[in-house]
Every structure is written in structure tokens, then in C-alpha cells.
């Protein structure tokens, strides 16, 4: 079991900053790959970014240049920094950690949070 714990977000004006945090917990070795997911009114969940163990990471094409993901390997947790917002990110935020455990594939989701961006 993995347990995320997720923290940021909020209403924010075109153009400014928010930064989202991820802590995981419970069975932490069994995570190959955490990742930020969203999903705005009437659309289907999109993947934002992720990022593996070994630091790799992927983009939406829609955030590249704009957001960052980014782990601290030590507190477990993951970061999404998200700069130069735009009103078409506004979505609830969802993290996920991909986990693999004796062939088994499971993802865990942590609790949405709301990001809005508006003036």
C-alpha cells in the first residue's frame, strides 16, 4: 500500500505560480514512477508530467517549458512547479505513483486539488 499525501494549489492569476507537493508513504520501494495527472470540468484525466525513479521525466506537450517536476528522494515526495499559468490549466490535480510489485502493476492516486487560474 501507498499512501500520497498532496498539498498546494489554489487560485492564481494568468501568468503566476503554484507549486504542488506529493509525500509517499507506506510501501515506498514498490514505486518505479510518480507523476502528476488533471482533469478539468467535462475532459478526461490528462497526464501533466512524471518523473521515474532514476530521474527521468516526461511532459504534456501542452505544459512543456512552463511546468517542472521534480523529486527529493529523501523526503519522498514530488514537486510540480507550475509557471506562466494559463486559464486552461485550471483543473483538479491529481498525483499518481506507479507502482510494480512481483509483476503485479498498481497505481496509487492521492487526493485531487484544485487549481485555478482566473482574473
Known amino acids: 500500500q501507498v499512501q500520497l499525501a498532496v498539498s498546494g494549489g489554489g487560485l492564481v492569476q494568468p501568468g503566476g505560480s503554484l507549486r504542488l507537493s506529493c509525500a509517499a508513504s507506506?510501501?515506498?520501494?514498490?514505486?518505479?514512477?510518480m507523476g502528476w495527472y488533471r482533469q478539468a470540468p467535462g475532459k478526461q484525466r490528462e497526464l501533466v508530467a512524471t518523473?521515474?525513479?532514476?530521474?527521468?521525466?516526461n511532459y504534456a506537450d501542452s505544459v512543456k517549458g512552463r511546468f517542472t517536476i521534480a523529486r527529493d528522494n529523501a523526503q519522498n515526495t514530488v514537486y510540480l512547479q507550475m509557471n506562466t499559468l494559463r486559464p486552461e490549466d485550471t483543473a483538479v490535480y491529481y498525483c499518481n505513483a506507479a507502482t510494480l510489485v512481483v509483476n503485479l502493476f498498481y497505481d496509487y492516486w492521492g487526493q485531487g486539488t484544485q487549481v485555478t487560474v482566473s482574473s
Open positions: 518523473i521515474t525513479v532514476r530521474g527521468s521525466t
Open positions: 507506506g510501501s515506498i520501494g514498490s514505486i518505479y514512477r
